[in-house]
């Protein structure tokens, strides 16, 4: 699966669970993966702008 679908599949995770209203630690850990899946994206892609989509 590619990074970008990574990143989308987790932000809409995270959305969802906010909207659930899930604990802080839960939407923390879900949050701590989507910075991860965007730092690898940035490293992969040498750190360009650029739209994901």
Do not use: P, T, W
């Not at 590619?2 to 932000?11: D, L, M, Q």
């Not at 701590?32 to 360009?48: F, P, S």
């Amino acid at each position: 699966m590619k990074i970008e679908n990574k990143i989308e599949i987790a932000r809409n995770i995270l959305n969802n669970a906010a909207e659930m209203n899930m604990s802080k630690s839960i939407l923390l850990k879900i949050s701590q993966k989507i910075d991860k899946y965007i730092v690898k994206y940035y490293h992969k892609n040498g750190g360009q702008k650029g739209d994901m989509g």
